[in-house]
């Protein structure tokens, strides 16, 4: 079974500042990783994903995420945040060749102060 | 219009109605999904379907029934709903259900229940 864990339902950061999102996940399987973003009174967002390439994964407006077997972990940063980036962001699993479920976690929002 | 659609957005009803969701795919993807998110909750799978068909059914109540008439248009059948059913329902596609694809959300139908 698969589970994912986010640390931190709240981070706040000042503009210009490091971005950093935790995840930390649980398969008994290859996983793939997901980030998503959600921003006010809409969808999700896909940022970025992990599929067994690259372990360091580049996504859109700036973000990455690593991908670290030996930690279980799959954490999100973008060097610099900006206004725009507040909101709250999902990061999600699935196991390798299993069916349609993503496992998604408790989601954490993110503030940024200027 | 691309990307996945849901309407209505917004969706206020009593106990006693029946009302439907609609969702809608524009992307040619062959497996959709629908989502349950609630205030403080990781969002919950509800049902899959792969080529118009269910693949998953996650114990959801009876009071929610989907329909998938083709590969690009799910509905959330609605009736004798619960305050507790108040939540965002969220529609999702994408190209197959299984392998590294991702999921396309839609933005939702924010549901209250009176």
């Known amino acids: 079974a698969q589970s994912v864990t986010q640390l931190g339902s709240h981070v706040s950061v000042s503009e210009g500042a490091l971005v950093l999102l935790r995840c930390n996940y649980s398969?008994?399987?290859?996983?793939?990783l997901f980030w998503y973003v959600q921003y006010p009174n809409q969808g999700l967002q896909l940022l970025l994903k992990y599929t067994s390439a690259a372990t360091l994964v580049k996504g859109i407006n700036g973000f990455e995420a690593e991908f670290k077997k030996s930690e279980t972990s799959f954490h999100l940063t973008k060097p610099s945040a900006h206004m725009s980036d507040a909101a709250e962001y999902f990061c999600?699993?699935?196991?390798?060749?299993?069916?349609?479920?993503?496992?998604f976690g408790q989601g954490t929002e993110l503030s940024v102060k200027p | 219009e691309t990307g996945v659609t849901q309407t209505p957005r917004h969706l206020v009803m009593g106990m006693t109605n029946k009302k439907s969701l609609k969702c809608e795919q524009h992307?040619?993807?062959?497996?959709m999904y629908w989502y349950k998110q609630s205030a403080k909750k990781p969002l919950e799978l509800m049902f899959v379907y792969s080529l118009e068909e269910r693949v998953e059914n996650n114990s959801v109540p009876s009071r929610f029934s989907p329909e998938c008439p083709n590969s690009s248009h799910l509905f959330l059948h609605l009736h004798t709903l619960q305050p507790e059913d108040s939540a965002l329902y969220l529609c999702?596609?994408?190209?197959?259900?299984?392998?590294?694809?991702?999921?396309?959300f839609g933005p939702g139908t924010r549901l209250t229940v009176t």
């Open positions: 398969s008994s399987v290859p996983p793939y």
């Open positions: 992307l040619g993807h062959n497996a």
């Open positions: 999600a699993v699935r196991g390798y060749n299993q069916g349609g479920k993503l496992i």
């Open positions: 999702a596609s994408s190209p197959g259900d299984r392998g590294q694809v991702e999921q396309y």
